[in-house]
């Protein structure tokens, strides 16, 4: 998971060309649509971006149905029972709103502090369909094979100039997947663990589906292939039959090093790797536009969004690594994402 706060910040209220009654929030690089009268006096608030997840509370008991809040005071749930729900985007008069923003309710905090445990916030973390109940197991000895992150570009975009030479690839919906061969054995991992051999488990099971994943390890050992395995995981299913599982690659890590794109064309066959749809100078207009298109491979479905990634790699003081993500707004507004609340309290909505 990237970095996940919900950070104290300033507000500054714009017009909403399509309201008189709302105003719009610029938070980072995003964007939040407010009732004008909850904000005209005030200076801070809170910011919950999308795929954040509150808990029913005094301070979150707007978002809930009536009835769940009679079963919550009656019988007082303890945490692990306690409902939740989902933040996400909502358009309001044909503007995008992106995540939720809160009155502060403790005047001694300060701009940049962040509040998510605070307020029992966490982020969302989808359920995978499939083989995800095996068991762990220790990784490769002696390589470097980190969890993989990467920051939205809505919170930190400033980390990369106007006309970077990058690359813009597809981000898939599914489940992050490490595999590589190391002193005669074959790994294969989550985003975040080892797992232990299963006919039932997802990231043995996307090798036998896919056979080239581990001709190219055991021809490459030692490099660690990154990819999404996606197909019948989640919701988005790019066509996939029952059962079916695919794999695209979009990073290979060598020793320690991310290898640059030059080095990833020659290394992955392209049918093999997450689809490539720019190629070019940054340009934020631009990228913000493929984020909300169509999959590329699934035509008929829609995109989750995009992934930048300079042509040579660079690092960032603040946040070490140059590589961002952009959701997709329609991703996030779809229907089956989860229940919708259309009502707009402080500038959130659910």
């Known amino acids: ?3 996940f706060r919900c950070e104290i910040v300033p507000i500054k209220l714009e017009p909403h060309p399509n309201a ?8 980072w690089g995003y964007t939040v649509v ?3 009268s909850d904000w005209t006096n005030q200076d801070r608030g809170v910011y919950i971006p999308p795929d954040s997840v509150v808990p029913l509370c005094d301070r979150f008991a707007f978002l809930f149905k009536q009835e769940q809040i009679d079963k919550w005071k009656e019988f007082r749930y303890s945490n692990e029972q306690r409902p939740t729900t989902r933040i996400t985007v ?9 995540g939720l923003l809160m009155p502060i309710d403790d005047g001694k905090r300060e701009i940049g502090e962040d509040v998510a445990e605070a307020w029992g916030i966490t982020h969302f ?3 995978i369909k499939f083989g995800t109940n095996g068991d762990n197991v220790p ?3 002696g390589l470097i094979a980190p969890k993989y992150d990467v920051e939205s570009f809505n919170r930190y975009g400033y980390c990369i100039p106007e006309g ?3 690359y813009v690839t597809e981000k898939i919906h599914g489940s992050s997947s490490r595999h590589v061969f190391h002193n005669g054995i074959m790994y294969c991992g989550s985003r975040s663990n080892w797992r232990a051999y299963s006919d039932k488990d997802l990231w ?7 056979g080239w994943v581990e001709d190219w390890c055991l021809a490459h050992p030692g490099l660690i292939l990154f990819s999404e395995i996606f197909g019948q995981v989640q919701d988005l299913q790019y066509g996939a039959k029952k059962g079916q599982l695919f794999l695209r690659v979009f990073d290979v890590m060598d020793n320690g090093r991310w290898v640059n794109y030059c080095e990833l064309e020659e290394l992955v066959a392209p049918e093999n790797r997450a689809p490539v749809i720019f190629i070019g100078p940054f340009e934020e207009k631009l990228v913000r536009e493929l984020a909300e298109g169509n999959s590329h491979i699934c035509p008929d479905q829609l995109s989750e969004g995009v992934v930048i990634c300079p042509l040579v790699e660079m690092t960032h003081p603040e946040i070490g690594r140059v590589q961002f993500k952009i959701v997709s707004n329609r991703y996030l507004e779809r229907k089956n994402h989860d229940r919708l609340l259309v009502k707009i309290y402080g500038g959130m909505f659910l």
């Open 1 to 3: 998971m990237s970095t």
């Open 20 to 27: 008189d009654s709302l105003s719009l929030c610029r938070i």
């Open 34 to 36: 407010v009732k004008t």
């Open 90 to 98: 909502k358009r309001f008069r044909g503007i995008y709103s992106q």
């Open 125 to 127: 973390e989808p359920i």
């Open 139 to 141: 990784g490769p000895s």
């Open 164 to 166: 970077t030479p990058v």
């Open 204 to 210: 043995h099971q996307v090798l036998k589906q896919n």
